[in-house]
C-alpha cells in the first residue's frame, strides 16, 4: 500500500514539473512572438501637401517645396516607415515652379525628380478630409507658400492637428507649413496650440527677400507671434528646428532635414 502511495506521489510531481516547463515554454514562446510583432510594426506617418497652384495676384504657380517634402520623405522612408500623402482636394498636389529649378537642387530633389513612384504619389494623392488620425503615429507639413492659402483655413486640416494634438503624437511643419497653425486650438479648445510654445518659421525677412510680403495673406512669423507662439530663429536661409513637446517646427528648407531628424527622434 505504501508502494502504492509513493508511486502516486511520484507520479504528481513528474506531471506538475511537466505542465511547469510546457507552461515556462508557452510563455516564452508567446513572449518572441509579442517581440517580433512589435519589431515588424512599421511607423505610419501622415504627409500633409497643399492643394493651392496660385500665388495671389501675380499670376505666378506655387505649391509645395521640393526639398521641404524629399527630404523628410526619404529620411523617413529610409527608416521603414510607411507614408500616406494627402492633399485639401486630393489628386495631383502641385510643385512650387520655384522649388524645382537647378538653384534649389539638392541630392534629395535629385532622389525625386528621379522617383516613379515618389512622383506617382504625388500625382495622387489622398483627400485629406478622409485622413483617420488613429491611424497614424505622425503627421507632418511640408512648406511652399500654398499652405498661406488653403491649410491655414482648411476645416479639415485643422481638426486632424487637433485630434493628433489630444493624442499627443508628434505634429511637425517646415518653413510656410506653420501656416497650418493659424486656427488650431490647443486641448481646451479655446487657446491657439502656439501659445506659450517655442516655435519658429519662415522669417519676415526671408519673405521680404523672396519678394513676396506683399503678395502672401499673412506673415508666418508674424502670425506665429501674434498667436501666442514663443518665436525665434536664427540668420536667413540658415538650418533652423525647434521642438516643444510634440510641436516640431523649423524655419525653411534648409531645415526640412532637422525637422525630419526631430520627428525621427520623437517617434522612438
Known amino acids: 500500500m505504501n508502494y502504492v ?37 512599421k511607423m505610419k506617418i501622415l504627409f500633409v501637401l497643399t492643394s493651392h497652384d496660385k500665388l495671389g495676384d501675380t499670376g505666378k504657380k506655387t505649391g509645395f517645396w521640393v526639398e521641404e517634402f524629399a527630404n523628410p520623405y526619404y529620411t523617413l522612408l529610409d527608416k521603414g516607415a510607411e507614408i500616406t500623402i494627402a492633399t485639401p482636394n486630393g489628386g495631383a498636389a502641385p510643385i512650387d515652379p520655384s522649388s524645382d529649378s537647378p538653384d534649389a537642387a539638392t541630392a534629395d530633389t535629385d532622389r525625386f525628380n528621379d522617383d516613379a513612384e515618389a512622383k506617382e504619389r504625388i500625382a495622387n494623392t489622398k483627400k485629406l478630409s478622409d485622413m483617420n488620425p488613429d491611424d497614424f503615429d505622425a503627421v507632418f507639413y511640408p512648406g511652399g507658400h500654398g499652405p498661406l492659402w488653403d491649410l ?110 526631430k520627428l525621427l527622434e520623437a517617434l522612438k
Not at 514539473?17 to 508557452?26: F, R, S, W
Not at 505634429?171 to 479648445?189: E, M
Open 5 to 41: 502511495k509513493s508511486a502516486v506521489l511520484l507520479l504528481s510531481i513528474i506531471t506538475g514539473a511537466a505542465c511547469k516547463n510546457e507552461t515556462k515554454q508557452t510563455a516564452e514562446e508567446n513572449s518572441e512572438v509579442t517581440i517580433t510583432t512589435k519589431k515588424e510594426e
Open 152 to 261: 491655414a483655413n482648411d476645416e479639415a486640416s485643422i481638426a486632424l492637428i487637433e485630434t493628433f494634438n489630444k493624442q499627443k503624437k508628434p505634429i511637425a511643419f517646415v518653413c510656410h507649413a506653420p501656416a497650418a497653425l493659424k486656427s488650431v486650438k490647443d486641448v481646451d479648445g479655446k487657446t491657439p496650440l502656439v501659445k506659450g510654445k517655442k516655435v519658429t518659421g519662415f522669417t519676415n525677412s526671408e519673405e521680404a527677400a523672396v519678394g513676396l510680403t506683399d503678395v502672401v495673406p499673412f506673415l508666418v512669423e508674424d502670425m506665429l507671434s501674434e498667436n501666442g507662439g514663443i518665436y525665434s530663429k536664427i540668420e536667413d536661409w540658415g538650418a533652423y528646428a525647434i521642438q516643444d513637446g510634440n510641436l516640431i517646427t523649423g524655419q525653411n528648407p534648409a531645415s526640412s532635414e532637422k525637422v525630419a531628424e
